[in-house]
C-alpha cells in the first residue's frame, strides 16, 4: 500500500514544474493550474488506470488536488524573473521525475507486479505527467531530447526494486533520491543519450 503522503509529495513537487514552466510561458491563472495539476498527477492516475485501482487516488483524495493547486500559489509569491527561476524548474521536474517514478514502482509492486513490470509502470508513471505538461504548453516532451531523463528514472525505479516494499518509505526515497541526483548529475556534466545513427 503506497502512503498517502507520497502521492501528496510527488504532486506538489511535480506540480512546482508545471507551474513554474506556465509562468515562464507567460500563462493565466487557469493555465498555470491546468499544467501544475496536470504534471502533479498525470503520472499517478496512468499508473492507477493501469493497475485497475478506479477511481485513481486523485480523485479520490482532494488533498492530491489541493497538493497541485498549491504549487501554484507558491510559484506566483515568487520575486519576478524567468531566467532566475530556471534551476528551480530543473530541480523540480528532476524530484517530481524521482517521486512520482518511485511511487510507481511501489504501488506496483505491491500490487504482485513482477520485478520487470513494475520498473516499467515506475519509469511510464514518472514520464507521464511530464509529457502531459510539455505538450499542452506546446513543447516537446523532454523525453524526446538526448538529456538523461529516462534513463535517470529507470535507475531509481531499479533501487526501488531492488529494496523492495518492506519498508516503502525507504524504498521510495531511495529511488526518487536516486533519480534526481542522476538528472541533476547528468545535466551537470552535459552528459547526453547516443543517437540512433548518424
Not at 515562464?24 to 493497475?51: C, F, H, K, M, Y
Not at 515568487?78 to 530541480?91: S, T
Not at 504482485?112 to 513494475?118: C, E, N, R, V
Amino acid at each position: 500500500m503506497l502512503p498517502l503522503w507520497a502521492d501528496l509529495a510527488a504532486t506538489l513537487v511535480f506540480g512546482l514544474s508545471g507551474a513554474l514552466l506556465a509562468r515562464e510561458s507567460s500563462l493565466d491563472l487557469v493555465g498555470a493550474v491546468t499544467l501544475a495539476v496536470v504534471a502533479g498527477t498525470g503520472g499517478g492516475i496512468l499508473r492507477d488506470l493501469v493497475l485497475g485501482d478506479a477511481p485513481p487516488v486523485a480523485f479520490e483524495q482532494w488533498s492530491v488536488l489541493v497538493a497541485a493547486t498549491a504549487a501554484v500559489a507558491v510559484v506566483a509569491l515568487l520575486p519576478e524573473g524567468r531566467r532566475r527561476w530556471r534551476p528551480f524548474y530543473l530541480a523540480a521536474d528532476a524530484a517530481g521525475l524521482g517521486l512520482v517514478t518511485a511511487a510507481g514502482t511501489v504501488k506496483s509492486l505491491g500490487a504482485g507486479l513482477g520485478t520487470y513490470p513494475a520498473i516499467l509502470l515506475g519509469v511510464v508513471s514518472g514520464v507521464g505527467g511530464g509529457i502531459a505538461r510539455d505538450v499542452l504548453a506546446g513543447r516537446v516532451p523532454v523525453v524526446l531530447h538526448q538529456e538523461v531523463y529516462v534513463l535517470a528514472a529507470v535507475g531509481g525505479a531499479i533501487v526501488v526494486a531492488g529494496l523492495g516494499t518492506e519498508r516503502p518509505g525507504l524504498a521510495l526515497l531511495s529511488g526518487a533520491a536516486t533519480t534526481l541526483v542522476l538528472r541533476i548529475f547528468a545535466r551537470w556534466r552535459g552528459w547526453e543519450v547516443p543517437r540512433l545513427g548518424t
